[in-house]
Every structure is written in C-alpha cells, then in structure tokens.
C-alpha cells in the first residue's frame, strides 16, 4: 500500500525541462528560423488569412505571427532556458489556437505553419502536447 502511494506521487512529479535538448533541436535549424523571426516586418497581413484569426474578433493571440513569435521566438530568445510553465503556455498558442491548416500568407515567404509544426515538435521532445481546436461547422449548420 505504501508504495502504490510512492509511485502515484514519483506520477505527480513533472520531469525537468531537458534545456540541452531544446538547444539541440534549435540550433539545427538556426539559421533559417533567427532569419524568418528577425524578418517579420510586423504588418500583421498575415492574420487576414488565419480563419481562427477572423472567428475570434481579432484577438491578437490568434494571429500567425503573434504564435510564432511567442513560442518558437521566445524559446530562441531563451536559448531554449525555458520552464516548463513557461512551455505549458505556449501549448495553447500553437495547438489550441492553430489547427496547420496552412493558409496563412506572408508576403515576405516566411514560412509560419513550418514554423509553428516546429516549436510543436520541440514541446513534444518534453512531453507536451496539446489538442487542436474542433473543427468549425459547416455554414448553414451552425
Ligand atoms: S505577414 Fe509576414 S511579415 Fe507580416 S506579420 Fe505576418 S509573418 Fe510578419
Ligand atoms: S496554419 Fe495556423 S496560423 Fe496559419 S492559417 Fe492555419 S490556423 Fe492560422
């Protein structure tokens, strides 16, 4: 008995952020993604075409750049030294506010849903994974 209750709080326990992994994962791809991040000019084009953008009355946490810019930007920023509370926050930008459709479009060729497939890739390397939002409904069944 006392040790099934050991085991259910070693469960409860989060694991440590593997910092050194998350450095790993972001320098391979250094060059490209410090490119595209420094390169965002800001003019916010690309939110026109995120449909979760425009179903949210342009709530700026659903805006393409706004979600790569405060995931995979911060955690280059960081150097990857990120907590994993800090990492719990991003979850949601990048799964629950973002569902890869591929659609939005920067004049200037960056790459967002690659980018944002990216920074998911680098929280699940933690355990961190998140839902994707459910599919809107059809027009006329709503
Ligand atoms: S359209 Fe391109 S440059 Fe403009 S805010 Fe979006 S990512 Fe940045
Ligand atoms: S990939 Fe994500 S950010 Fe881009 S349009 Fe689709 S839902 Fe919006």
Not at 35 to 59: I, K, M, P, V
Not at 92 to 97: K, M, Y
Not at 111 to 133: E, H, K, T, Y
Request: glycine share 6%; aromatic share 6%.
């Amino acid at each position: 008995m006392r040790l099934e209750k050991a085991s259910d709080m070693a469960e409860d326990v989060p694991r440590p952020v593997d910092v050194n992994l998350i450095r790993e994962m972001l320098d391979r791809k250094k060059g490209r993604m410090t490119f595209c991040l420094s390169a965002c000019a800001g003019c916010t084009l690309c939110a026109e075409s995120c449909f979760l953008f425009r179903n949210h009355d342009g709530d700026p946490r659903y805006m393409p750049s706004y979600k790569v810019l405060n995931s995979l930007g911060k955690l280059y920023k960081k150097k990857g030294k990120a907590t994993r509370a800090q990492l719990e926050e991003m979850k949601d930008l990048i799964w629950r506010n973002c569902v890869l459709c591929e659609r939005c479009y920067c004049p200037l060729g960056i790459d967002l849903p690659n980018m944002i497939a990216f920074a998911r890739s680098i929280l699940r390397s933690q355990g961190i994974c998140g839902v994707n939002l459910p599919s809107p409904s059809p027009p006329g069944l709503e």
